[in-house]
């Protein structure tokens, strides 16, 4: 890849497009197929992964352009229904690529499953004898799945958590820490729970009932880092101090209000959810985990912080990320495949720190929106396209119905109709 800046990509044909990433990631005829019309994925493909599959569910796929990761160039593929996803993140993309661009990094892959302990006798004694066996049941773990030692992952240590007083009496709930190398590692954990759950039995003469991994992965952590030098924050009558300002008194607000960051967080996932459903990942993991995250001093609050040093603006993302480029769908969906060839056949590692580089810059961009003309003005712009199909404009009335709605700023479906009998009409 040697630039993803792709000016006026936006007002290029899908054939356009199409070729650009093609020469790009030297895609093949076929993989330029599986990416314009699904093909290679039909309802075979669907009964095959889903219980009662009755078809395919499309949604639009796009590319994101100017990013720029660690010094390196980079298109980021997005799988969203929301208007303004791309040209949003494209946007604010374009605004963090000076320098190195965005910096990122991330922890080891640890993954925790957990299993809970009920009716043991005395706690501390139970707790001890578990203690003292940890490393054997670290070591029965690992010996289900010898490959991921191989590998350089595995189980690493058991911790005990202790819930002394709750509705169901004293509990116990083991941690086992996983390091699942580049696998998302649900399947990987849960069978390792399960295998060594009878001799948590055995040692705490206890009863043991969940045998889970938790979403809640603050232990696989990814971070990213953008700068943006303030002068090219500058827009319309608002000078680059002042739309700063504005973004870091917005962050602030999403810091002290659960409100707004329950608002701030979901804007940076539009960014982080669209590349995760492109990517072949379970984005609802990724999502519960995130918002746990985001409560973990007791109140829930922003991922991301925005401040100003000098004179740059400084915004970091952390999040946890359990994403594999192993298992999964990863393999055997063709959109998925080519969407990873585009990316370079990263690693967990590095999928990971796409996605958080993906919702820095789409909070990067909402909250720039809000700091300054609102979020309406573009996404209703955007939106227009929508509103003028559901008034029922055939492809070549689009556009028009869309300037007569940009015209008048009024994005309804009156206004819509009107137009659309005014072209109609010859007017
Ligand atoms: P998986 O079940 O396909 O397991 C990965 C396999 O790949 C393992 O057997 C592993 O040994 C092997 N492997 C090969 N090369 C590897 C490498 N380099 N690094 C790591 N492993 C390697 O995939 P998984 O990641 O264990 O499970 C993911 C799936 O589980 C997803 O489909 C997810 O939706 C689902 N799931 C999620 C939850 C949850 O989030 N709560 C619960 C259950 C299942």
């Not at 899908?14 to 650009?20: G, K, N, S, V």
């Amino acid at each position: 890849m040697t630039t993803s800046r792709l000016p006026g990509f936006y007002r290029r044909t899908i054939a356009e497009r199409l070729d650009t990433v093609q020469k790009a990631a030297q895609l093949t005829t076929e993989e330029v197929s599986a990416l314009r019309d699904a093909a290679g994925f039909d309802c075979d493909n669907a009964d095959r992964m889903v219980e009662n599959a009755i078809g395919v569910f499309p949604l639009p796929l796009g590319l994101a352009a100017n990013f720029r990761l660690n010094g390196e160039d980079l298109l980021v593929p997005m799988a969203v229904e929301e208007p303004s996803v791309l040209a949003a993140a494209s946007n604010a993309a374009n605004l963090l690529r000076e320098g190195p661009g965005i910096v990122t990094s991330s922890t080891e892959p640890i993954m925790i499953g957990q299993i809970q302990v009920l009716d043991f006798g005395d706690l501390p004694a139970t707790r001890r004898r578990l203690e003292a066996e940890a490393e054997r049941l670290v070591e029965m773990a690992n010996a289900v799945n010898p490959r991921l030692v191989e590998r350089g992952g595995g189980a690493q240590r058991l911790l005990v958590r202790e819930f002394p007083d709750t509705a169901v009496g004293p509990m116990l709930v083991l941690h086992l820490e996983v390091n699942v190398c580049d696998a998302m590692g649900a399947n990987i954990i849960n069978t390792m729970v399960e295998s060594i759950a009878p001799e948590v039995e055995a040692i705490t003469l206890g009863r043991v009932r969940l045998r889970i991994l938790s979403n809640l992965a603050d232990k696989r952590l990814v971070r990213a880092q953008g700068r943006v030098p303030i002068e090219r924050l500058a827009r319309g009558d608002w000078t680059g101090d002042e739309v700063a300002q504005g973004i870091v008194e917005a962050s602030v607000m999403a810091d002290v209000d659960p409100y707004r960051a329950a608002t701030h967080n979901k804007g940076a996932m539009n960014g982080v959810d669209a590349f995760l459903v492109a990517a072949g990942q379970d984005w609802r993991a990724v999502e519960a985990g995130c918002h746990a995250y985001a409560a973990r001093d007791g109140r829930y609050r922003s991922l991301s912080r925005w401040g100003i040093d000098g004179d740059t603006l400084v915004g970091t993302i952390e999040i946890p990320m359990q994403v594999g480029v192993v298992g999964g769908i990863t393999k055997t969906h063709p959109v998925v495949r080519v969407v990873h060839k585009i990316l370079g056949f990263p690693s967990a590692a590095r999928l990971g720190e796409i996605a958080a580089a993906s919702g820095l810059a789409q909070n990067l961009a909402a909250i720039m929106a809000l700091a300054t003309d609102g979020i309406q003005k573009g996404h209703m712009s955007m939106h227009a396209r929508n509103i003028a199909m559901e008034a029922g404009a055939a492809t070549d009335e689009l556009e028009r119905v869309v300037a007569e709605l940009r015209k008048t700023r009024t994005y309804t479906s009156t206004e819509a109709a009107g137009a659309l009998k005014r072209i109609r009409g010859g007017a």
